[in-house]
């Protein structure tokens, strides 16, 4: 565009493949071949880019998608609701802006926030239609994802039909599907005795493990779900109003839900959260990369809504990385 440095529009372009060749073997491969970390930092020179000439937050840019295109192994589905990604924090401050543009945006007291952990999986949409599971799918790309029912149908947390009163007509429910950190030890210790290419982290190892086009493979794997969304719920009495009713409705319905989320009043109670799983982060059987902050109200949540990737009434706080996934790294690609 006219008047931008040549440099910042070839660095912009630099990144973008950068970034989509990543997402391609991230998402689409499970096979990164670059930390986390050098990811975000490539994330955030470019949104920095695009702050300084926004010009160049052209909506192809890696700054306005979710995931990755979907595989050609899958059957395409297409999702009720867009499925999105989240905004992170890393440090205070950031989490101090997230908090002070939704008290702004809400109209009047936003309430109280729901703290939970940011599992390190791949998220799945449920659908149950009067109870029965009839579809699970991968993110994908947000509006588009992958069709892994039968694969889904193996993990052993999922209830193919739900229980109780107040079965929903129709309920698209969120997840993650994640390998404990056992899980995944064992897992790459198999593929090592195998001389197969091992998995960079427990989360790759629950994707690549999930999206076999053999499901009887991902029956071996030891994967778990633990819900942490909906996208719609139709039906089965009164809607609930907060998402900390979500879960309670979602666990009577017989779906797995965590035990270690927390509702919370204000900043003091969001740090109050992040500091003690920074200090107990090993202390789940899976492992976390940060924790998840909701506005827990969901008209709150409706009025804030999403931008083009996220949602703005959640945000989520990153702990630093830690040494082992990039030692394990460098030994995948070692092989
Ligand atoms: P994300 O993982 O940062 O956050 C969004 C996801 O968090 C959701 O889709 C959901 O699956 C998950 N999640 C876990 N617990 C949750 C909870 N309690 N509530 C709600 N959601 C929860 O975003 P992303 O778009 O999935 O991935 C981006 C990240 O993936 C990057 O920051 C980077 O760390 C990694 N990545 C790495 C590479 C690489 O090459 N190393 C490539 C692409 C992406």
């Known amino acids: ?21 990543a997402n391609w073997r991230y998402y689409v491969l499970d096979a990164p071949t670059v930390s986390d970390s050098q990811y975000d930092a490539w994330m955030r020179e470019i949104q920095a880019l695009e702050e300084e000439h926004p010009e160049l937050r052209t909506p192809d840019s890696p700054t306005q998608r979710v995931g990755a295109p979907v595989s050609t192994e899958f059957t395409e589905v297409e999702h009720l609701q867009r499925m999105e990604s989240l905004d992170n924090a890393f440090q205070r401050n950031q989490l101090e802006a997230w908090l002070a543009r939704a008290e702004k945006l809400a109209e009047g007291d936003p309430g109280p926030y729901l703290c939970e952990l940011k599992i390190d999986g791949l998220a799945v949409a449920l659908v149950y239609e009067h109870g029965r599971l009839v579809r699970a799918a991968t993110r994908g790309n947000g509006r588009t994802g992958e069709d892994v029912t039968p694969n889904v149908r193996t ?3 999922v209830p193919h039909r739900l229980t109780g009163d107040g079965v929903p007509d129709l309920l698209e429910v ?6 404990p950190v ?6 790459n210790e198999q593929l090592l005795a195998a001389g197969k290419p091992l998995f960079a982290n427990p989360r790759n190892s629950a994707a690549g493990s999930l999206r076999q086009k053999d499901p009887r493979v991902t029956a071996q794997r030891e994967l778990h779900l633990i819900a942490h969304g909906f996208g719609v719920w139709q039906g089965g009495g009164p809607a609930p109003e907060t998402q900390s009713q979500v879960y309670e409705r979602l666990r ?7 035990d270690l989320y927390q509702v919370v009043d204000g900043l003091d109670g969001i740090l109050g959260y992040i500091e003690h799983y920074r200090a107990h982060r090993h202390e789940p059987a899976y492992e976390i990369d940060g924790v998840v902050v909701k506005v827990d109200r969901l008209s709150v949540q409706r009025e804030l809504g999403s931008t083009s990737r996220a949602p703005r009434w959640a945000i989520a706080y990153k702990y630093p990385p ?13 092989v």
């Open 322 to 334: 830690e040494e082992v996934n990039t030692k394990l790294l460098d030994i995948q690609v070692g």
């Open 174 to 179: 969120r997840g993650e599907v994640f390998l």
């Open 182 to 187: 056992e899980g995944f030890k064992r897992l």
């Open 1 to 21: 565009a006219e008047g931008m440095p040549v440099t910042a529009q070839t660095r912009h372009a630099e990144l973008a493949e950068l970034i989509d060749d």
């Open 252 to 258: 009577e319905l017989g779906l797995p839900v965590s």
């Open 155 to 157: 993990i052993r947390d």
